[in-house]
C-alpha cells in the first residue's frame, strides 16, 4: 500500500509551477479544482487525452514521462494522485509506480492504468504497494467510479497531517500518524451469494488470509452490514441486478457505510451496462466465470484503502478527543478552529482547492438558559452537536465558535455543496426534539445557518464573517 505518511496537499508557499503551466496551456482558468492529478505517460496524445478529460470533470492535471523529470513532478506539486498509464508497457509503468511509492514523494495514492492485466502484472502492482490497477477499455464512468474514492481518501489523509500540524502548533501532544500498513492484519469479508457454490468459489478464491462471513442474499446482507464492520462486501449477481444495485445505493446513502468497498461478481454477458453498477455505487466489478487471481488482488486493493481509512479515522478521533477535551460535545475549541483555518486558508490559495465553512446558531439558547437553567442549555448544546457530528464525513472538522454557534470546516468542498450539508443538518435538527432536564417537554431548536467559500484573500476570521453574513 501506498504509505501516505504525509499531507498530499501542500505546504503553504509550496511551488506549484508545473500546474501552473499545464493549466495555462489548458486555457484553463485559476478556479478552485477537485483534486490534483499527475499524469504519467510515454504517449504524448494519450497523455492530452487523460489530461483534458479530467480537466472536463473539474480536476487540475500535470504530465509528465516516465524519466526523472516526471517523477520530479510528484515531489514538486503534490498531487493527490498519480495516474499512470502502462500503455504497451504495463511492467515498466509498474516499476515506476513502485518507484514513486517507495521515494519521499509516495504519500498519495498511485493508480495504474493497462491495456491488459496478466497474474504476474496484478501480483506486482499488489507487491509494490499500488492503490489500483484499471484494465482497458475503461469507459468514463468506471475510471472517475474507480479514482474518486481514492481521491476522497487521499484528501482524508491531508486533512489528517493539517490537524496533526495544527495540535504540533497548539502544544497538543498528538502520538505521530502512522504508516498505512497496519499492524491489524485481519480482513473481514462479507459475501452475498443465494447459492452455495458460487459462495464457496469465492471464499476458496480468497482463500484464508480473509476472515469470510456469509449472507444468503443482498437483504440478509443489509441486516449484517448494520451490525458488524467489514473491511469489504462481495456481492454475486445472481439472475436480476436490481436488488444488488439497490443494496449498493442504501450503502453509499448511509454516513456510516458510505465508504464500504463493494464488489459485483455479474455473469460474463448476463449484465447490462457496467456503468450502470458503478453509478449505482459499486467500487469494483468481476466478470464470472471467476478469475482467481484477479478477485485476489481486487479484494486486496480494496480491503487495504478500508484499513488505511479506519486508520485515519481512528487518528482524527483521537486529535479530536484531546483537542476538544472538556468542550460541549467534545468538538473542537474556538482557538483550534481559528489556528486550523489559518493553516487550511493558506494550503487552499497555494493548490487552488476548494474550501467551505458552514455556520450554525442556535438561537433561542438564551431562553432555555432563563427558563431551564444552564445545565439544560448546555445538555441541548451536546446533543446539537452529537447530530452534526454524526451527520458530517471524518475529515469534516466540527468546532465551537460562540456560546450559541458551530462551525463546520469543510476541506476540499465547493460552496454548494457545503450548502446541501447545511440544508441536511439544519432540516434534522429543526424537526427533532430534544429531551433537556428541567423541562417536563421536548423542546426545540430556532437555528440559523450561513455557508462562505475560500477566496483568495481570505483569513480565518473573514472567512468565517462571511458565513455569518449569510446566515438565514
Given at each position: 500500500?501506498?504509505?501516505?505518511?504525509?499531507?498530499?496537499?501542500?505546504?503553504?508557499?509550496?511551488?506549484?509551477?508545473?500546474?501552473?503551466?499545464?493549466?495555462?496551456?489548458?486555457?484553463?482558468?485559476?478556479?478552485?479544482?477537485?483534486?490534483?492529478?499527475?499524469?504519467?505517460?510515454?504517449?504524448?496524445?494519450?497523455?492530452?487525452?487523460?489530461?483534458?478529460?479530467?480537466?472536463?470533470?473539474?480536476?487540475?492535471?500535470?504530465?509528465?514521462?516516465?524519466?526523472?523529470?516526471?517523477?520530479?513532478?510528484?515531489?514538486?506539486?503534490?498531487?493527490?494522485?498519480?495516474?499512470?498509464?502502462?500503455?504497451?508497457?504495463?511492467?515498466?509503468?509498474?516499476?515506476?509506480?513502485?518507484?514513486?511509492?517507495?521515494?519521499?514523494?509516495?504519500?498519495?495514492?498511485?493508480?495504474?492504468?493497462?491495456?491488459?492485466?496478466?497474474?504476474?502484472?496484478?501480483?506486482?502492482?499488489?507487491?509494490?504497494?499500488?492503490?489500483?490497477?484499471?484494465?482497458?477499455?475503461?469507459?468514463?464512468?468506471?475510471?472517475?467510479?474507480?479514482?474518486?474514492?481514492?481521491?476522497?481518501?487521499?484528501?482524508?489523509?491531508?486533512?489528517?497531517?493539517?490537524?496533526?500540524?495544527?495540535?504540533?502548533?497548539?502544544?497538543?501532544?498528538?502520538?505521530?500518524?502512522?504508516?498505512?500498513?497496519?499492524?491489524?492484519?485481519?480482513?473481514?469479508?462479507?459475501?452475498?451469494?443465494?447459492?452455495?457454490?458460487?459462495?464457496?468459489?469465492?471464499?476458496?478464491?480468497?482463500?484464508?488470509?480473509?476472515?469470510?462471513?456469509?449472507?444468503?442474499?443482498?437483504?440478509?446482507?443489509?441486516?449484517?452490514?448494520?451490525?458488524?464492520?467489514?473491511?469489504?462486501?462481495?456481492?454475486?449477481?445472481?439472475?436480476?441486478?436490481?436488488?444488488?444495485?439497490?443494496?449498493?445505493?442504501?450503502?453509499?446513502?448511509?454516513?456510516?457505510?458510505?465508504?464500504?468497498?463493494?464488489?459485483?461478481?455479474?455473469?460474463?454477458?448476463?449484465?447490462?451496462?457496467?456503468?450502470?453498477?458503478?453509478?449505482?455505487?459499486?467500487?469494483?466489478?468481476?466478470?464470472?466465470?471467476?478469475?482467481?487471481?484477479?478477485?485476489?488482488?481486487?479484494?486486496?486493493?480494496?480491503?487495504?484503502?478500508?484499513?488505511?481509512?479506519?486508520?485515519?479515522?481512528?487518528?482524527?478521533?483521537?486529535?479530536?478527543?484531546?483537542?476538544?477535551?472538556?468542550?460541549?460535545?467534545?468538538?473542537?475549541?474556538?482557538?483550534?478552529?481559528?489556528?486550523?483555518?489559518?493553516?487550511?486558508?493558506?494550503?487552499a490559495g497555494a493548490a487552488r482547492k476548494h474550501l467551505s465553512l458552514v455556520s450554525f446558531q442556535i438561537q433561542n439558547l438564551g431562553p432555555v438558559v432563563r427558563e431551564f437553567g444552564a445545565e439544560a442549555a448546555d445538555d441541548l448544546l451536546r446533543q446539537v452537536a452529537d447530530w452534526i457530528l454524526a451527520l458530517v464525513r471524518v475529515e469534516d472538522m466540527v468546532a465551537r465558535h460562540g456560546d450559541k454557534e458551530f462551525c463546520?470546516?469543510?476541506?476540499?468542498?465547493?460552496?454548494?455543496?457545503?450548502?446541501?450539508?447545511?440544508?441536511?443538518?439544519?432540516?434534522?435538527?429543526?424537526?427533532?426534539?430534544?429531551?433537556?432536564?428541567?423541562?417536563?417537554?421536548?423542546?426545540?431548536?430556532?437555528?440559523?445557518?450561513?455557508?462562505?467559500?475560500?477566496?483568495?484573500?481570505?483569513?480565518?476570521?473573514?472567512?468565517?464573517?462571511?458565513?455569518?453574513?449569510?446566515?438565514?
Amino acid at each position: 500500500m501506498s504509505a501516505w505518511g504525509k499531507s498530499g496537499a501542500p505546504e503553504p508557499g509550496a511551488p506549484a509551477g508545473a500546474l501552473r503551466m499545464a493549466m495555462a496551456g489548458s486555457g484553463a482558468t485559476a478556479a478552485p479544482c477537485l483534486a490534483r492529478i499527475l499524469i504519467l505517460s510515454e504517449d504524448k496524445s494519450r497523455s492530452r487525452e487523460l489530461s483534458q478529460f479530467f480537466r472536463r470533470q473539474g480536476y487540475a492535471t500535470f504530465a509528465g514521462d516516465f524519466s526523472v523529470g516526471g517523477r520530479k513532478l510528484a515531489c514538486d506539486e503534490h498531487p493527490d494522485l498519480a495516474l499512470i498509464d502502462g500503455g504497451k508497457a504495463p511492467e515498466k509503468a509498474c516499476k515506476l509506480a513502485a518507484a514513486l511509492i517507495e521515494a519521499e514523494a509516495g504519500h498519495f495514492p498511485v493508480v495504474l492504468l493497462a491495456q491488459n492485466s496478466s497474474p504476474a502484472l496484478r501480483r506486482s502492482c499488489v507487491a509494490a504497494g499500488i492503490d489500483d490497477l484499471v484494465t482497458e477499455p475503461a469507459s468514463e464512468t468506471m475510471l472517475l467510479s474507480r479514482l474518486r474514492p481514492l481521491v476522497r481518501l487521499a484528501i482524508m489523509n491531508s486533512e489528517l497531517q493539517q490537524r496533526l500540524a495544527t495540535a504540533c502548533r497548539l502544544g497538543i501532544e498528538i502520538p505521530p500518524a502512522q504508516a498505512a500498513r497496519e499492524a491489524d492484519e485481519s480482513r473481514r469479508v462479507l459475501i452475498a451469494a443465494g447459492q452455495a457454490a458460487n459462495l464457496s468459489e469465492i471464499a476458496s478464491a480468497l482463500g484464508r488470509e480473509y476472515e469470510i462471513d456469509q449472507a444468503s442474499d443482498v437483504f440478509h446482507a443489509a441486516a449484517m452490514l448494520r451490525e458488524n464492520p467489514f473491511d469489504a462486501l462481495v456481492v454475486a449477481i445472481e439472475g436480476n441486478a436490481e436488488d444488488a444495485l439497490y443494496l449498493c445505493g442504501q450503502i453509499r446513502n448511509n454516513t456510516r457505510l458510505f465508504n464500504l468497498p463493494v464488489l459485483l461478481l455479474v455473469d460474463r454477458g448476463g449484465f447490462g451496462s457496467l456503468d450502470e453498477a458503478y453509478r449505482h455505487g459499486a467500487s469494483a466489478v468481476a466478470l464470472r466465470p471467476l478469475d482467481k487471481d484477479e478477485l485476489q488482488t481486487t479484494i486486496e486493493f480494496l480491503v487495504r484503502r478500508q484499513k488505511l481509512r479506519t486508520a485515519i479515522r481512528g487518528q482524527l478521533a483521537e486529535i479530536q478527543a484531546k483537542a476538544g477535551g472538556s468542550e460541549v460535545g467534545g468538538v473542537y475549541r474556538r482557538k483550534f478552529l481559528l489556528a486550523h483555518l489559518d493553516r487550511l486558508t493558506a494550503a487552499a490559495g497555494a493548490a487552488r482547492k476548494h474550501l467551505s465553512l458552514v455556520s450554525f446558531q442556535i438561537q433561542n439558547l438564551g431562553p432555555v438558559v432563563r427558563e431551564f437553567g444552564a445545565e439544560a442549555a448546555d445538555d441541548l448544546l451536546r446533543q446539537v452537536a452529537d447530530w452534526i457530528l454524526a451527520l458530517v464525513r471524518v475529515e469534516d472538522m466540527v468546532a465551537r465558535h460562540g456560546d450559541k454557534e458551530f462551525c463546520v470546516v469543510l476541506p476540499d468542498t465547493a460552496i454548494e455543496d457545503a450548502q446541501v450539508v447545511a440544508h441536511r443538518i439544519s432540516g434534522v435538527l429543526l424537526n427533532t426534539q430534544f429531551a433537556v432536564p428541567g423541562s417536563d417537554i421536548p423542546i426545540g431548536v430556532w437555528l440559523q445557518s450561513g455557508c462562505a467559500d475560500f477566496r483568495s484573500d481570505d483569513t480565518a476570521a473573514s472567512l468565517i464573517a462571511r458565513a455569518h453574513q449569510n446566515l438565514s
